[in-house]
């Protein structure tokens, strides 16, 4: 049994109940979870019947509560005011629930809801003109967060990356080294690929303000590159690759991982080709200055005086980003037979996405109305905390090192043991790495965050690195076991011997943990998971803190508590892979 059936056995009474005694049928039923453990498992708020039957929800409570049967799972059932409350048999639902999550292991958290869908998640979408920075970070922790999330679910999830390798910004960066550049490389300097050229995007921008004219150099330069200038496209191929060879590396230290890479220097011409047809067909037009535009309906105009349209193609003829999303949508649906399509992307997009998604629609896609964006804020650093590389954003590749740097401090802490080198770097990039994946992922996608390095690193609190602990504890406990000869044999535990408050409490948050995971892909919201999961790891840490497990005098107590341990580290581990955590056996 899981939350899901047990939930629906609950609602399939109340909704005959409510048919028996007033003659109506609810489709809908919808089930709370009371404040307080002593008012019960589960609520049902009668407040929505009162309005359909004209009576008081107090007096329908206590009419259900006579007509709905008991059987051996609902213990009791209470009307207390507008509420009908069930309260379960606590000895059945810990077994129930414990062996299921145990016996299912590896396999937990698993559903069939997406067999036989496909679903595009793209993601991360980086410039090759300069490094990946913390916003990156931030979506590309969402985008293998909803990955593993959709995964879960059974459906077929590709992970795309859509590198913007063409256009006005990566001209900078060319017209830039090859003015000033003296034909060095980033092995003849040391450094990063991508560092490398985008210290020359830097330059370019520096210049620019003292000759404003560099601005038609660059966009000659775009043009020459679209004509397929031979000696211009082999300077863009070799700047391109140096930026792709240190993407890699950060893909690699942020554990991002990527099915199918789509290049816009390779599709913008099929966007290009979508626009000139929706010309013809009058769905585009041409407005004074040459340019190809759309005309937006009022609903989406995000100010009717100024946003009234959108251009398509610049008057020179030359393409911008909407006209390559345009061929890409197209490109995907038609090579991955998609059911879904999500963005991730920046909250300032989201009036883009909106007329990307009509202007694809206008053009007469049905899949556009199987495109979603997930849109995410801002993030910051607090001032002083670490500077970046070029001064104005913060580097991916020094936050990450720098949180590598903090965890090994953490580590030799707590060892003065001295561990050797290879497993302080192993765990410290698993927690650095972790704690700031966690910290990404702890609040509405759509909400600014303020990133401190010293609260993320943290092995208190609302962090990565304390629900890394809470299941490395939940480890040393099951190890410990193991070396005392202590086996979990399911079939001979007695489930009865637990039900203390903090072991009911632990309970409560295990059996409602796929049901997190469920509306956290629902609601393309990771959140969902990471806030559920440290309220798991609270629960479990109040409960070993004041309850013994292996030392505990009574053989079957001890036998019931190991299994909950058990089921926890099951919980645990579920949890942190999903948000794409590395779970420690020992920190």
């Known amino acids: 049994m899981d939350i899901f059936s047990l939930k629906e056995e609950i609602k399939e009474k109340i909704r005959k109940a409510i048919f028996e005694n007033f003659g109506i049928e609810i489709k809908e039923i919808h089930l709370e979870y009371p404040p307080k453990m002593e008012m019960g498992d589960f609520a049902f708020p009668c407040f929505p019947l009162a309005k359909k039957l004209k009576k008081d929800p107090v007096q329908i409570a206590t009419e259900l509560k006579e007509k709905i049967e008991k059987n051996e799972m609902i213990k009791e059932i209470k009307a207390q005011g507008p509420y009908l409350n069930f309260f379960l048999n606590e000895a059945l639902i810990f077994e129930k629930f414990l062996k299921r999550i145990i016996q299912k292991e590896k396999e937990y958290g698993k559903s069939f809801e997406g067999k036989g869908k496909r679903v595009m998640i793209e993601y991360l979408s980086p410039n090759t003109n300069k490094p990946l920075h913390l916003g990156h970070l931030r979506n590309g922790a969402l985008g293998m967060a909803l990955s593993n999330l959709f995964s879960l679910a059974g459906f077929k999830v590709i992970k795309a990356n859509l590198i913007n390798d063409r256009g006005i910004h990566i001209s900078k960066s060319m017209l830039a080294w090859m003015k000033w550049g003296e034909g060095k490389t980033p092995k003849d300097t040391g450094e990063k690929g991508d560092h490398f050229v985008g210290r020359w995007y830097v330059k370019y921008s520096q210049e620019e303000k003292k000759n404003p004219d560099l601005k038609k150099e660059a966009q000659a330069l775009l043009q020459k590159w679209e004509k397929g200038d031979r000696k211009i496209l082999k300077i863009w191929k070799k700047m391109r690759n140096w930026v792709l060879e240190g993407f890699e590396k950060t893909y690699k230290d942020f554990g991002l991982k990527f099915d199918v890479f789509i290049f816009e220097s390779k599709i913008y011409k099929l966007g290009k080709k979508i626009v000139e047809e929706g010309l013809k067909k009058g769905i585009f037009s041409k407005d004074e200055k040459g340019r190809v535009v759309f005309y937006l309906e009022e609903k989406e105009q995000k100010d009717k005086k100024e946003r009234k349209k959108i251009t398509l193609l610049r008057e020179d003829g030359t393409s911008l980003y909407i006209t390559q999303d345009l061929g890409t949508a197209l490109l995907k649906f038609k090579k991955y037979k998609l059911d879904k399509s999500i963005y991730v992307a920046g909250l300032e997009h989201d009036f883009y996405f909106k007329c990307l998604f009509s202007i694809l629609e206008a053009l007469g896609f049905d899949f556009a109305k199987k495109c979603f964006h997930v849109s995410y804020g801002m993030v910051y650093l607090p001032e002083g905390k670490m500077k970046s590389r070029e001064g104005k954003v913060v580097d991916a590749d020094d936050l990450i090192e720098k949180m590598k740097k903090m965890a090994e401090e953490e580590i030799q802490k707590r060892h003065k043991d001295k561990l050797k080198e290879k497993e302080i ?58 070396a005392k000869g202590i086996k979990i044999k399911l079939d001979k535990i007695d489930f009865s011997k637990l039900g203390n408050q903090k072991e009911k409490k632990l309970l409560q948050y295990l059996l409602r943990f796929e049901e997190e995971i469920k509306r956290a892909r629902e609601k393309l919201d990771p959140s969902k998971v990471a806030i559920h999961l440290y309220k798991i790891c609270q629960a479990f840490n109040q409960f070993y803190n004041e309850y013994p497990v292996i030392s505990a005098e009574d053989l079957k107590v001890r036998e019931a508590r190991l299994a909950l341990v058990k089921a926890t580290f099951v919980v645990l581990k579920k949890g942190l892979e999903i948000l794409g955590i590395t779970p420690l056996e020992e920190m």
């Open 425 to 482: 770097e192993k765990r410290a990039k698993a927690i650095g790495v972790g704690a700031i994946k966690f910290y990404l992922l702890r609040v509405d996608s759509r909400e600014d965050i303020f990133f401190d390095p010293k609260e993320s690193i943290s092995f208190d609190g609302f962090t990565g690195p304390y629900c890394q602990y809470t299941f490395a504890r939940s480890c040393g406990i099951l190890k410990k076991a193991k």
